[in-house]
């Protein structure tokens, strides 16, 4: 019946959707209690983690973020970039809601992975910043796909959300999949000095919408 009801409110929703949900469990945190689920592509090998929580309807506009795995900021709490803040925020608004939704997806580094995302970082070190530090390696700004986890909504039965993101390329992308973005929400932290370059690029170079003077 949540299937039917998801098609029925998002008709550009695909008939057959590329991932699948193969785990899920409950998942206590620090900042409150979710529901944690893995899903796996089946036209790849990548794997995608959904957080999520409360009632989720195709009707009702729900707050969502797409969020791109960042080893260093995530996990070591690096202040070059506002990635693991981002995470936490995104966490703390969708409790403060009592519903929604963040996907996980695994391609860090913008989709260069952690090995060349580490000699990205070599680069910066010397004085590039994230877009010339990608060209100087001969690697794609940002190689991102968002198509699959748009599709991870819709398994959840959403259609309806208000996106938390600074990035228009991705608000874009989930549109082009088929969701209906009611909102954007901005996401922004305050930005610690040796991020400060890093998101000046994402907004001079890459047109993300932040508000801060940087």
């Not at 689920?37 to 794997?47: I, M, P």
């Not at 690096?78 to 929604?100: P, V």
């Not at 198509?147 to 990035?167: K, M, P």
């Amino acid at each position: 019946m949540e299937e039917e009801t998801t098609t029925a409110m998002c008709p550009r929703a695909p008939d057959q959707l590329s991932v699948e949900r193969v785990a899920q469990a409950h998942l206590p945190t620090e900042i409150g209690d979710f529901q944690i689920a893995a899903y796996r592509s089946l036209n790849s090998d990548e794997t995608f983690v959904v957080l999520f929580k409360g009632e989720l309807q195709a009707d009702l506009p729900t707050l969502v973020r797409i969020h791109s795995q960042c080893l260093t900021g995530d996990v070591f709490g690096s202040t070059k970039c506002d990635c693991g803040r981002q995470l936490h925020r995104a966490m703390e608004m969708i409790e403060e809601e009592g519903r929604g939704a963040i996907v996980y997806q695994q391609q860090e580094g913008r989709g260069i992975g952690i090995v060349n995302k580490i000699r990205a970082y070599a680069l910066q070190d010397e004085g590039a910043d994230t877009v010339e530090a990608n060209e100087r390696l001969g690697l794609a700004v940002d190689l991102r796909e968002y198509r699959q986890c748009a599709e991870i909504l819709f398994d959840l039965g959403l259609c309806q959300v208000r996106v938390l993101s600074n990035n228009p390329l991705k608000l874009r992308a989930l549109e082009e999949a088929g969701l209906k973005i009611v909102e954007r929400v901005s996401i922004e932290v305050e930005p610690t000095e040796p991020a400060e370059g890093y998101l000046r690029t994402k907004k001079e170079k890459m047109g993300h919408l932040l508000e801060f003077n940087i």
